[in-house]
């Protein structure tokens, strides 16, 4: 079998159950480094908000608070499609390590700032970093593991989500509190290091060489249009009005960006953005799907908190916790959802009733009032965590399964990228129309008054409103629950979009292993999923260092020009599989 090219399997015997036994505890312990980074690209934001005020008051600089995030945020999305084809191209090993590192200098800088300035340019520093690591982690996942394999861990991904939303400000709190506010960036040192080191320990991925050349003009393009749009999103309506001239200018400059990025791609040897891609229906879909359930998950981040903190009298402190009833619900069904992709191989049904669901919890949240407790508050957010529980993960999955195994990272990238500016869209059109209802109600129930309480309502705490007068404090309870109610119809209107686009969702098998009858050689290359899906197998258990993976030649009788090597955890995990993997990098 060496001399073939191929990676003989004993699967007989002990070797077989040795395999079993030793591979997957080498994938969880690569399960593990990657959560840990994703807990890192997740976290951080959550923690740094909470130490946002102290920052200020000890660096000054009020007037550019907005950029700390707003930097980090554009660098994050800027690049993330960007790391996706670099991993593609060069080795998805190295460019995820060269953004964990990217992203613990920007880390210890910040932490180092001494003035405003300083640390906004440290915290874009730190945000290209992070937009390689959502991406390397998917990346990485959908190398490892099948796609009818990977619905065993979307309980774990959906968990560090939760993990993330609600121990990140309860964390940030606690570090400022106690350590002072550069340890919210020292904090991440010590996790990165550990996942640096588990990543470079045990994970063997070959390096790739690729003959092209990055498509810079491309990614300059894109980085443009990407960037305008997010200042777009995060400044009108708040920084300037949306008919000025910054909003219209940035407005042209992102749109003239983009379709000359769209141009270019149809031309360059290697695109950024592959629009070959798009002919998927399913990953057309899921990119919408995506893009919705952003656009619909950050509003609801941003606006139950508030409501609840305002109408229903909710600790701040707590705030993550405020949303557990989401998280919780999401993390649960994430997990019900990808066990039951796992053993029967089908996954449209998820995203025709996570859309459903989705839909049915915005409704229904939009129908709270001053009255509603938190109780039927917490029944609804279930319903809508359900919603997205059912979505989160497969809207990967799906998108993963449509494209080759060459086009793994920009598949990712660009998944990643469309729920970015789902969020950004959904954060900016949502607090435009909750400001608007809550400005009209305060005039109408508080009249100059009222006015001038709604400018200023984004800085009331619990605390500020008591010290309002009573016809004030209830003008602000109504204005609050009205614009709560805009902010969530208008989601639940966006989301049948969702609904409308899982429809046309194709039942494509998934490729890999699955129980049983899944484990055998399919009988067709359809059934294998795309065309440079190939065999791997490996000599006897434990001790394959390196091979090559071939393309369908035990099937199929053909060879392969572009055969990759494979070792360690890749090659071990794709026998103990009995997955199919093509370029494995």
């Known amino acids: 079998m060496a001399e073939t090219g191929t990676v003989a399997v004993d699967t007989g015997g002990g070797g077989a159950a040795a395999t079993e036994e030793r591979q997957p505890r080498s994938v969880r312990v690569v399960l593990m480094a990657l959560m840990i980074a994703m807990l890192l ?6 923690i740094v908000g909470t130490a946002m005020p102290t920052i200020v008051g000890d660096l000054g600089g009020l007037e550019h608070l907005s950029w700390v995030v707003t930097a980090y945020t554009l660098a994050t999305a800027a690049s993330t499609p960007i790391w996706g084809k670099v991993g593609d191209m060069y080795g998805r090993k190295g460019a995820f390590l ?48 099948p796609p009818r394999e990977r619905g065993k861990y979307q309980g774990m991904m959906a968990g560090v989500m939760a993990l993330a939303m609600i121990g990140g400000p309860l964390v940030g709190g ?3 509190d106690n350590w002072g506010w550069r340890w919210s960036f020292y904090i991440n040192l010590p996790l990165g290091l550990v996942a640096l080191a588990m990543v470079t320990a045990v994970l063997h991925l070959p390096k790739k060489r690729s003959k092209g050349k990055i498509d810079y003009l491309g990614a300059a393009l894109l980085t443009v249009g990407i960037t305008s749009i997010v200042l777009v999103t995060t400044w009108g309506g708040s920084q300037y009005a949306w008919g000025s001239a910054v909003i219209m200018e940035l407005a042209a400059i992102g749109v003239a960006a983009l379709v000359g990025f769209l141009f270019v791609q149809t031309k360059a040897a290697e695109p950024i953005l592959p629009l070959h891609i798009f002919r998927s229906r399913n990953f057309t ?13 950050f509003g609801a981040v941003l606006f139950l908190p508030l409501y609840q903190q305002t109408v229903q009298g909710a600790n701040a402190t707590n705030s993550g916790l405020l949303l557990l009833p989401m998280l919780l619900s999401m993390m649960v069904v994430s997990l019900v959802a990808g066990r039951v992709t796992t053993n029967t191989g089908k996954y449209k049904v998820f995203p025709l009733v996570g859309s459903v669901l989705m839909v049915a919890g915005l409704f229904l949240l939009a129908q709270m009032d001053t009255e509603t407790t938190r109780l039927t508050s917490g029944l609804y957010m279930a319903v809508l965590g359900a919603g997205m529980g059912c979505l989160m993960q497969v809207t990967m999955l ?37 400001n608007n209802r809550v400005q009209d109600v305060m005039a109408e129930r508080a009249g100059a008054m009222g006015g001038k309480v709604a400018e200023h309502s984004t800085q009331l705490t619990a605390e500020g409103l008591d010290k309002l007068p009573d016809v004030v404090r209830d003008a602000y309870l109504h204005a609050v629950s009205a614009g709560t109610h805009s902010a969530f119809l208008l989601g639940s209107i966006i989301a049948v979009l969702a609904l409308i686009a899982a429809v046309f969702v194709k039942e494509v098998p998934l490729r890999g292993a699955g129980p049983a009858k899944a484990k055998e050689a399919p009988s067709s290359p359809e059934a294998a999923g795309p065309a440079d899906a190939q065999p791997v ?15 369908d030649a035990a099937a199929n009788g053909t060879a392969t020009a572009d055969a990759k090597p494979v070792e360690g955890v890749a090659a071990g995990d794709a026998a103990a599989d009995g997955r199919t993997v093509s370029e494995t990098v």
Do not use: C, H, P, Y
Request: neutral net charge; glycine residues 14%; aromatic residues 6%.
């Open 398 to 434: 799906v998108a993963q399964n449509s494209v080759e195994m060459k086009d793994m990272g920009v598949a990712s990238s660009s998944t990643t990228l469309f729920r970015t500016l789902g969020s950004s869209f959904g954060v900016a059109i949502m607090g435009a129309l909750f």
């Open 41 to 46: 690209a997740m976290l951080d934001n959550m």
């Open 537 to 551: 197998d490996m000599a006897k258990a434990g001790t394959a260092k390196a091979g090559t993976a071939t393309a």
């Open 174 to 176: 606690a570090i400022t």
């Open 98 to 145: 060269t953004s964990i590192v990217i992203f613990l200098i920007g880390s210890g800088l910040s932490g180092m700032a001494q003035d405003m300035t300083q640390l906004i340019a440290f915290r874009a520093i730190q945000g290209l970093g992070a937009g390689g690591l959502m991406v390397g982690v998917m990346a990485i996942i959908g190398d490892l593991i």
């Open 285 to 297: 879909v899921m990119s919408l799907i995506g893009f919705i359930t952003g656009f619909v998950m």
